[in-house]
């Protein structure tokens, strides 16, 4: 069992910045990946971005490459998303999930969930 705690969302106007982050507990030492969805109401919750444990491979989705960074404190055991140049489009609860089972870019195939954290950015 892998638990995941999500925190940093808020309110901000477009063009700011926030950095979530994912403190991850349990069984780390199964973990394989951790990675970073997104769901604005009504949408399908969507990828943002991932990487391998290993850190040989990160991806990032095309809306947010460029902007978005993935990056990991190992000592913590916690992920973090820093989110720059944010975009009212960009506003949905973001979502951590860990230990992925095929593409990184799906999440039916990620087995842990952390509880979501709102993210609000205003035109």
Request: glycine share 10%.
């Amino acid at each position: 069992q892998v638990q995941l705690v999500e925190s940093g969302g808020g309110l901000v106007q477009a063009g700011g910045s926030l950095r979530l982050s994912c403190a991850a507990s349990g069984s780390i030492f199964s973990i394989n990946a951790m990675g970073w969805f997104r769901q604005a109401p009504g949408k399908e919750r969507e990828f943002v971005a991932a990487f391998s444990w290993s850190g040989r491979n990160t991806y990032y989705a095309d809306s947010v490459k460029g902007r978005f960074t993935i990056s990991r404190d190992n000592a913590k055991n916690t992920v973090y998303l820093q989110m720059n140049s944010l975009k009212p489009e960009d506003t949905a609860v973001y979502y951590c999930a860990s230990i992925v089972s095929g593409s990184y870019y799906l999440p039916k195939n990620y087995a842990y969930w952390g509880q979501g954290t709102q993210v609000t950015v205003s035109s």
